[in-house]
């Protein structure tokens, strides 16, 4: 009967049944709501500028515009979605019922940042999959204005590498949730895990210019220091191939693979560590 | 200190020691830090006990004496401050001590954007009940909760009792074996907590273990085989219900309303052999009889109408 062998070993089965939880949980707030009236403003907001028509550069725009869009709402999104979908459990006491059940605590963090990860890979499709119906609608329509623009290059947009920017930034934002799932692992509120969520979100994306402003210090203590701090924050400069978007030259592939293994590193560190701290964590 | 755990090999079969303990504490701790310059408070002081397998066990006391916290420890949310705890054997730190454990938290609240059946089953799955048995399963615990018509709504829109019942049917849906309650009655109608009781009456049958706490000492009365009464964290008084409240030299007789001259002449006939009437009393009806009898009246009358 109390067989000592009884182990209950880590499954997969029960971080995805977390996950899909957590999903269902932003699907029936109504988060998804929130982010179909962004894009909609997004595309309401291209069409306002139209009237200043800018030519082929008009399509540079409409990406630029759009990439804002995704880099900054979705950071947002991520912070603040993250530690929400944490809090609600711990707030309301169902992570007591939850891992009073053979549960790995392993299994419930991996499973809300997948499950937020999820919810943030929507709205990145989402507004991947509108910019790139915006851009071919109005090259469309440039195309059929002033054919003699587009003379030799063939189609100018590289629809590909819009892609893999969206990807990019989604791999980015799952980095960016491991962090505020680590934060939350040891914070008491909601409010303090956004706050510091996005001071780590403006330290990720500026520490490269700190890095190369140290560069040339000779102190090897200084070095050191820097050095540790540039690997403790990841560098969210290295997600931002959108500029290798051109006619010439498009995003490498190689690059492209080398940040994503950038990113998955970063996200099994930072959800190790936000285990490991939930673990001491008294519900 | 912590008698040190006998190795597996000297453990005999399990049918050979029917009295193993679901839950061993011994030497219990646990202190919360409260206010600013490292002020303790000792929740649970020192607390040895054993629940022995089978049996319903009552965990009595006033507010703040630290029956949750206790609760909290044996299903491992918490970590003892000093002390150990075992369930089935396991150490309750480790996850597999959890495995054959049902639990019902104190004012549960659960995911309101689930429906109650969608709650019960991700419990369900969460657990590993098979996916054959999933759906049988889920609606028959639902229906001995009683919540099968309220089974679609959303979670979020239940009553207090309603909420128990939901807490109770996620607790029983994988089977275990040891069933922890932290006050399944609070906020439930007579009618729920006399079910809740027959609930309880019937998973010990079934040879399960039930840990409940209530404040309703009439209810933990006629449940449980033992009871242990804590005060500030430290058990002041554990035994069985029979032997703690039982009277063995006395007996209540119960009879027909008797004119006064046989009143005396029963007297007569006991003092005759040296025995005394100590107390003639007016039976009464107590209330939650008065109110099972009269709301199952009202309720056949209904069904009789419609
Ligand atoms: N997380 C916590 N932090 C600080 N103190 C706590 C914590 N949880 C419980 N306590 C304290 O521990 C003591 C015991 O609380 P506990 O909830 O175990 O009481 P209880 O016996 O279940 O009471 P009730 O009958 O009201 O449910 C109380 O004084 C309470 O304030
Ligand atoms: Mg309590």
Known sequence: MSAPDQRVPFSYARL????GN?????VRQKLFNLMLLLAVGLVASVQAFRAFNFGSSELKFIFDYGLGALVFFGSALTVTATAQLFFSEIESRTALTLLAKPVWRTEFIFGKLLGVWAVVGVFCALVTGLLIGLIAYREHALMAANPEMFTGAGRPVPYGDIVIVGVLQWLKFGVLAAATLLIASFSNTN???VIVGFFVLVICHLQYIAVEAYAHLTSLPLRVLVATLSHVFPNFQVFNLAEQIGPDSGVDG???LRVAAYALTYIFVLGGLAVYSFRQREI | MPPAPAPPAAVPPASARPATAAIELRGLTKDFPVGLRGVKLRAVDNLTLDVPAGQVFGLLGPNGSGKSTTIKVILGLLEPTLGTCRVFGVPSGQVASRRNVGYLPESPYFYRYLS???LVRFYARVCGVPRARLAARVGEVIEWVGLTGAAGRRVGTYSKGMLQRIGLAQALVHDPRLIILDEPTAGVDPVGS?????MILRLKA???TVLITSHLLAQIEDVCDRIAILDRGRLILA?????LVGRRDRQALLVETLPEAELAELRAWLAARGRTLEAVEQPRTRLDQLFLREIARSEGQREGRS
Do not use: D, H, M, R
């Not at chain 2, 035994?239 to 032997?243: F, K, L, R, S």
């Open chain 1, 16 to 19: 995805a049944l977390i996950a």
């Open chain 2, 194 to 198: 006399a079910e809740i009781s027959a």
């Open chain 1, 254 to 256: 190689l690059v492209a």
């Open chain 1, 22 to 26: 957590t999903f269902l949980e932003a």
């Open chain 2, 239 to 243: 035994g069985t219900v029979a032997e």
């Open chain 2, 116 to 118: 109650g059946e969608e």
């Open chain 2, 206 to 208: 079934e040879g399960k």
């Open chain 1, 191 to 193: 409010l303090y895990t």
